[in-house]
């Protein structure tokens, strides 16, 4: 999926990138014995466990963003 102002219109989406992700799962499901709904499952958590780490490097990139912004007052401060 695409970034703020490099994004593909939504109708566009859903009609290529939902198709191959049926296309995926079914694939997935076929060639691992499991059930579509099974395999949805396992997908979800996984996508669920790599926006968690997706968060957690955001939050950290603010983190450091918010520490120099504080030791960039911090100067100004002791320059006054």
């Known amino acids: 999926m695409g970034t703020l102002f490099n994004q593909t219109t939504r109708k566009d989406y859903f009609d290529n990138d939902a198709v191959k992700f049926l296309d995926t799962v079914k694939t997935l499901a ?21 926006d968690y780490d ?7 990139g603010l983190g450091r963003l918010i520490k120099d912004l504080i030791d960039e007052i911090s100067m100004l401060r002791e320059r006054l």
């Open 30 to 50: 076929r060639d691992h014995g499991l059930t579509v709904e099974e395999t949805c499952r396992i997908l979800e958590l996984s996508m669920k466990i790599d």
């Open 54 to 60: 997706r968060k957690d490097e955001q939050l950290a």
